[in-house]
């Protein structure tokens, strides 16, 4: 059974920093690429980062200040989070790819940014 | 940039069709993707590439893409269909993914 399990939400100031986790199993991990999507409450989704083997992607509002990687020893995928501003609120979702789209998904994890 | 746009909402009689758009400019060129998301439940994969069901997915969801729109129906609707429904495409011009903005559908 697939499962992609979130980890590392929680509440943090503006300009901190987080790291999420997410931990997979049922596949093999590192034949798949990967992503990051998120959804502010009440709001859309939003897609933030992919990782392939030797290829990172990300959304305009992320980049620089977010980091995307994976350890495929460890069945893991991660995602950096500095300088974090109120809008970065949102439940992260993990994502397993299968080229560009995202046939399995995580449960969310929740990161609030708020002073 | 790419944009993907969506009605907001839908509504439908049970046992009717609906019709959920996504425009984009020649969309038809491009795999377009839906996602089903019920309240509190992380999203659903109900198509790939514009018209293929991942197993477990009933027959009743079907989808066409062409020229500038890309539609998602769903026949012989039922209560359990009511969610937000979202488009997503892989736009290579600037290596983004995105998606649309959702459209809630009601069945009334």
């Known amino acids: ?11 943090v100031h503006p300009g901190g920093s987080l790291t999420l986790s997410c931990a997979a199993s049922g596949f093999p991990f590192s034949s798949y690429q990967m992503t990051w999507v998120r959804q502010a409450p009440g709001k859309g989704l939003e897609w933030v980062s ?18 995307i990687s994976r350890d495929n020893a460890k069945n893991s995928l991660y995602l950096q ?14 994502v397993r790819s299968e080229y560009f789209y995202f046939d ?12 | 940039s790419y944009v993907l746009t969506q009605p907001p909402s839908v509504s439908v009689a049970p046992g009717k069709t609906a019709s959920i758009f996504c425009g984009g400019d020649n969309i038809g060129r491009k795999s377009v993707h839906w996602y089903q998301q019920k309240p ?10 514009d018209s293929d069901r991942p197993s477990g997915i009933p027959e009743r969801f079907s989808g066409s893409n062409s020229e500038n ?27 983004h993914l995105l998606f649309g903005g959702g459209t809630k559908l009601t069945v009334l």
Do not use: H
């Not at chain 1, 992919?50 to 509002?61: K, M």
């Open chain 1, 50 to 67: 992919y990782i392939s083997s030797g290829t990172r992607y990300y959304a305009d509002s992320v980049k620089g200040r977010f980091t």
């Open chain 2, 40 to 49: 509190g439940q992380a999203p659903v994969l109900v198509l790939y590439d």
């Open chain 1, 81 to 94: 989070m500095n300088s974090l501003r109120a809008e970065d609120t949102a439940v992260y979702y993990c």
């Open chain 1, 1 to 11: 059974e697939v499962q992609l399990v979130e980890s590392g939400g929680g509440l």
């Open chain 2, 69 to 95: 729109t890309a539609t998602l129906t769903i026949s012989r609707v039922e209560a359990g269909d009511e969610a937000d429904y979202y488009c997503q495409v892989w736009d290579s011009s600037s290596d």
């Open chain 1, 104 to 115: 399995f998904w995580g449960q969310g994890t929740l990161v609030t940014v708020s002073s």
